[in-house]
């Protein structure tokens, strides 16, 4: 069982920057491959971005390739996305989520473990 707590969403103005963190418990967290994910009001939940249990292979969603950064430290069993250039859409509650497997899948139906979210608003 994996547990992941994330942090770091708030409130900020379009063109801002916000660092999201996941922490997640236990002794195995280089062996899952973690996704960001996110869900607007009346809206299914997306894919934000990926990445393998290295760090070395990452996917991104057309819609933020290029402002949204995902990286991990094994080290720290933390997993972040960095986000740059916010838009008034890309407001929603974000995700983390653990796999079973290091390699990652696109597909949130394909991930094992969730966090609780953290909101994410951004503002004109």
């Known amino acids: 069982q994996v547990q992941l707590v994330e942090s770091g969403g708030g409130l900020v103005q379009a063109g801002g920057s916000l660092r999201l963190s996941c922490v997640a418990s236990g002794r195995t967290f280089s062996s899952y491959s973690m996704g960001w994910f996110r869900q607007a009001p009346g809206k299914e939940r997306e894919t934000v971005a990926a990445?393998?249990?290295?760090?070395?292979?990452?996917y991104y969603a057309d819609s933020v390739k290029g402002r949204f950064t995902i990286s991990r430290d094994n080290a720290e069993n933390t997993v972040y996305l960095q986000m740059n250039s916010l838009k008034l859409e890309d407001t929603a509650v974000y995700y983390c989520?653990?796999?079973?497997?290091?390699?990652?899948?696109?597909?949130?139906?394909?991930?094992?473990?969730w966090g609780q979210g953290t909101q994410v608003t951004v503002s004109s």
């Open positions: 990445i393998n249990w290295s760090g070395a292979i990452t």
């Open positions: 989520a653990a796999r079973r497997s290091s390699y990652y899948r696109v597909l949130p139906s394909e991930y094992d473990y």
